[in-house]
C-alpha cells in the first residue's frame, strides 16, 4: 500500500508538468499572425505620421514689456505690398551652380509705413500785435514700418535636399522687404506729405482759436 501511495505521489507532478506544457502550447500565438500585427501596426503609424506631421505646435512667451509716453503724430502713412523673390544654391568656387541644388522661395508681405512730427518740439512766437504766429517744425521722421499682420502669401516654397533656407534666412528675407517698403515710401514723397499734413492739422487748430491770425512757418535748426 505504502508503494502505490508513493508512486502516485510521484506521478502527480508529472501530470501536472504535462498540463502546464499543454496549456503553454494553446496560449502561443502563431508566427504569421505576429507579423500580421505588428505589420498593421507600422502602417498604421505611419497613417497617422502622414495625417499629422504637418501640424505645428508653438508657444507664445511674454519676455518682457513697458509703456512710453508717445508725442509724435503720425500725419501720413504709406501702405504697399511687395513680392519676394530668393534663390540658393551651391557654386563651386563660389561661380558655378550644381545642378538640382537650387532651393527658390517667393512670396509678398504688405508693409506700412507711418511718418509724422513730434509735437512736443514745436516751437512758436507771436509778433508784437499778436496778429501773426511763427511756428517752428521739427525735421519730419518715419515714425514706424512694419509688415502688416496676417498678410504674408507664399506663391513658391521649393526647396532642393542639397540647400536648405533656414528659419533665419526666411526671417532676414522678410526683414529685407520691410526695408524695401520704407525706401519706396520715401522716394513716393511720403515725409514732405507728412509735413504738409502736420501744418494743416496745426493751421486748423489755430484757426479756431483765432480765425484772422497769420500763420508763418519756418524748420527749426
Known amino acids: 500500500m505504502a508503494d502505490l501511495e508513493e ?11 504535462k498540463t502546464k506544457k499543454k496549456a503553454k502550447k494553446e496560449v502561443r500565438i502563431p508566427k504569421f499572425l505576429k507579423e500580421t500585427l505588428i505589420t498593421i501596426i507600422v502602417l498604421a503609424l505611419i497613417f497617422v505620421g502622414i495625417m499629422y506631421s504637418e ?22 502713412e504709406w501702405y504697399g505690398r511687395i513680392l519676394e523673390d ?11 551652380s550644381i545642378p538640382f541644388t537650387t532651393s527658390r522661395i517667393i512670396f509678398s508681405l504688405d508693409v506700412e509705413v507711418q511718418a509724422g512730427i513730434d509735437f512736443r518740439e514745436i ?11 511763427t511756428i517752428s517744425l521739427p525735421e519730419t521722421k518715419i515714425y514706424k514700418y512694419y509688415q502688416v ?3 504674408f502669401k507664399s506663391y513658391l ?13 526666411r526671417h532676414e528675407l522678410e526683414d529685407l522687404v520691410v ?4 525706401e519706396e515710401a520715401i522716394e513716393t514723397g511720403l515725409i514732405k506729405k507728412a ?14 482759436k483765432n480765425k484772422d491770425i497769420k500763420i508763418e512757418w519756418k524748420e527749426k535748426e
Open 123 to 133: 516751437e512758436y512766437e507771436f509778433s508784437e500785435d499778436y496778429k501773426t504766429v
Open 179 to 182: 526695408e524695401k517698403g520704407k
Open 157 to 169: 516654397d521649393d526647396e532642393s535636399w542639397f540647400t536648405n533656407i533656414d528659419s533665419k534666412e
Open 149 to 151: 499682420p496676417n498678410t
Open 195 to 208: 509735413t504738409d499734413n502736420a501744418k494743416v492739422l496745426i493751421e486748423q487748430m489755430i484757426r479756431a
Open 7 to 17: 508512486k502516485k505521489v510521484i506521478e502527480e507532478p508529472k501530470k501536472a508538468k
Open 55 to 76: 501640424k505645428l505646435t508653438h508657444r507664445e512667451t511674454l519676455l518682457n514689456f513697458g509703456f512710453k509716453d508717445v508725442g509724435e503724430l503720425v500725419t501720413q
Open 86 to 96: 530668393s534663390t540658393k544654391d551651391r557654386k563651386i568656387f563660389n561661380k558655378v
